[in-house]
């Protein structure tokens, strides 16, 4: 079954989500960074986490009541190289942008800088925040926790977030390094994807409450909401692909997430309390390494693209007639959709017009 889809230039999206989080109260200049976030997710061809999860993610809750549009950034704890923040339950996008500047400035200062946030919501694709610390010749990490759906190895409840960690690496290439993955094998929103084209997802990704290997998209997103179905971790359902190895380092990302800043963790992530809903309460943490107090930049960068290079550069497997390395392929993403957009499939579609016609949003001539 062919998906209907359409084009939409990044500019028309851009403005739109920009007037979509004006008209649920998000003020403007936290709405631009909003949107930003959101449309760097499409450039990269990160369809998983775009204007794909405005409605769902954002929308949705902030009119439900149980994410507030208005962000009160807190610092309650710093040092020379750290800070703690408090969310206060405002926009993740938001609050993780301020705290990447926080760390990337300490680290301007002495060479590294961190810290720590609770009370937040989800910040959308963590190599955002990564590439903030690339943009200031350093390099950026950054993790955070999420709502439970992954199972740890030989369980089947989904206890875990899909927790990611993203790390943001300059070099002398076109395009930096940065790999930015969830520790589970896949995630919510590429589920979604699945199931708005109407696509059974890859066996292995996901099990039920008895760990079965399922792959209806439609019903895994209702039995995720209801503990019947886990992720699995990277690596596979039980040891025999090492499946411990993203249990484990989902693991490291929850209490990184969760233990320095005093945070929430686990099942408290679930959004629901006495049957009903409640904030997430997500953590984050980021990093910032200032290469210049390591070692020349630009003398850092040539190493980096020369192992790069290398990488890409060694024997191939029968069949293949390339290796990517990671930032590569969101590169050529980038450069395909420059000139024609986003793709906008149906079910967008219906809910970009959705939000179009709730918050009588005029200006807007979309092709569908």
């Given at each position: 079954?062919?998906e209907e889809?359409?084009w939409v230039?990044?500019?028309t999206?851009?403005?739109f989500m920009?007037?979509?989080?004006?008209g649920?109260?998000?003020?403007?200049?936290d709405a631009?960074?909003c949107a930003?976030?959101?449309?760097?997710?499409?450039?990269?061809g990160?369809d998983s986490?775009?204007i794909?999860r405005?409605?769902g993610?954002?929308?949705?809750?902030?009119?439900?009541?149980?994410q507030s549009?208005v962000t009160m950034?807190?610092v309650?704890?710093?040092?020379?190289?750290?800070?703690?923040i408090?969310?206060?339950?405002?926009m993740?996008?938001?609050?993780s942008?301020?705290?990447?500047d926080i760390?990337?400035?300490?680290?301007?200062?002495?060479?590294?800088g961190m810290?720590?946030?609770?009370?937040?919501?989800h910040?959308?694709?963590?190599?955002y925040?990564s590439?903030?610390a690339?943009?200031s010749?350093?390099?950026?990490?950054?993790?955070t926790?999420?709502r439970?759906?992954?199972?740890?190895t030989?369980?089947?409840?989904n206890?875990?977030?899909t927790?990611?960690?993203?790390?943001?690496i300059p070099?002398?290439?076109?395009?930096?390094?940065?790999?930015?993955c969830?520790?589970s094998?896949?995630?919510?929103?590429?589920?979604?994807v699945y199931?708005?084209?109407?696509k059974?997802?890859?066996?292995?990704?996901?099990i039920?409450?008895?760990?079965?290997?399922?792959t209806?998209a439609?019903?895994?997103?209702e039995?995720l909401t209801?503990?019947?179905?886990?992720?699995?971790?990277?690596?596979g359902?039980?040891e025999?692909t090492a499946?411990?190895?993203?249990?484990?380092?989902?693991?490291v990302v929850e209490?990184?997430s969760?233990?320095l800043?005093g945070?929430?963790f686990?099942?408290?992530?679930?959004?629901t309390e006495?049957?009903?809903?409640?904030p997430h309460?997500?953590?984050?943490?980021f990093i910032a390494?200032n290469i210049?107090h390591?070692?020349d930049?630009e003398?850092f960068?040539?190493?980096a693209?020369?192992i790069l290079?290398?990488?890409?550069a060694?024997?191939?497997m029968p069949?293949?007639n390339?290796?990517?390395?990671a930032?590569e392929?969101?590169?050529?993403a980038w450069?395909e959709?420059?000139?024609?957009?986003?793709?906008?499939?149906?079910r967008?579609q219906?809910e970009?017009?959705?939000?179009?016609?709730?918050?009588?949003?005029?200006?807007?001539?979309?092709?569908?």
């Amino acid at each position: 079954m062919l998906e209907e889809i359409v084009w939409v230039d990044f500019d028309t999206l851009e403005r739109f989500m920009i007037d979509v989080f004006k008209g649920i109260d998000v003020p403007e200049e936290d709405a631009r960074i909003c949107a930003n976030v959101l449309i760097k997710a499409d450039k990269r061809g990160i369809d998983s986490h775009g204007i794909a999860r405005l409605k769902g993610i954002y929308y949705d809750r902030v009119r439900a009541g149980i994410q507030s549009p208005v962000t009160m950034f807190e610092v309650i704890k710093q040092g020379p190289a750290t800070a703690v923040i408090d969310g206060h339950n405002g926009m993740g996008h938001v609050i993780s942008k301020k705290s990447m500047d926080i760390a990337i400035e300490k680290a301007e200062k002495i060479g590294i800088g961190m810290t720590a946030v609770r009370n937040s919501n989800h910040y959308g694709i963590a190599g955002y925040y990564s590439l903030m610390a690339v943009r200031s010749g350093m390099i950026g990490i950054t993790g955070t926790n999420a709502r439970p759906s992954v199972a740890p190895t030989f369980g089947v409840e989904n206890i875990l977030g899909t927790n990611p960690l993203a790390f943001g690496i300059p070099t002398d290439e076109e395009f930096p390094f940065v790999l930015d993955c969830a520790t589970s094998l896949t995630q919510r929103g590429k589920i979604e994807v699945y199931d708005r084209a109407g696509k059974h997802i890859p066996e292995g990704w996901v099990i039920d409450d008895k760990g079965n290997a399922i792959t209806d998209a439609h019903r895994i997103l209702e039995d995720l909401t209801n503990y019947k179905a886990a992720l699995t971790p990277l690596g596979g359902i039980g040891e025999k692909t090492a499946g411990y190895k993203g249990y484990g380092y989902a693991a490291v990302v929850e209490i990184l997430s969760a233990a320095l800043q005093g945070g929430s963790f686990l099942k408290m992530l679930s959004g629901t309390e006495d049957g009903r809903k409640v904030p997430h309460r997500l953590g984050h943490f980021f990093i910032a390494i200032n290469i210049s107090h390591f070692t020349d930049l630009e003398s850092f960068k040539k190493t980096a693209g020369d192992i790069l290079r290398t990488i890409r550069a060694s024997r191939k497997m029968p069949g293949s007639n390339r290796i990517y390395t990671a930032g590569e392929k969101e590169y050529l993403a980038w450069l395909e959709r420059k000139t024609k957009g986003a793709p906008i499939n149906k079910r967008l579609q219906e809910e970009i017009n959705t939000m179009k016609d709730e918050l009588g949003i005029a200006g807007y001539n979309f092709p569908f």
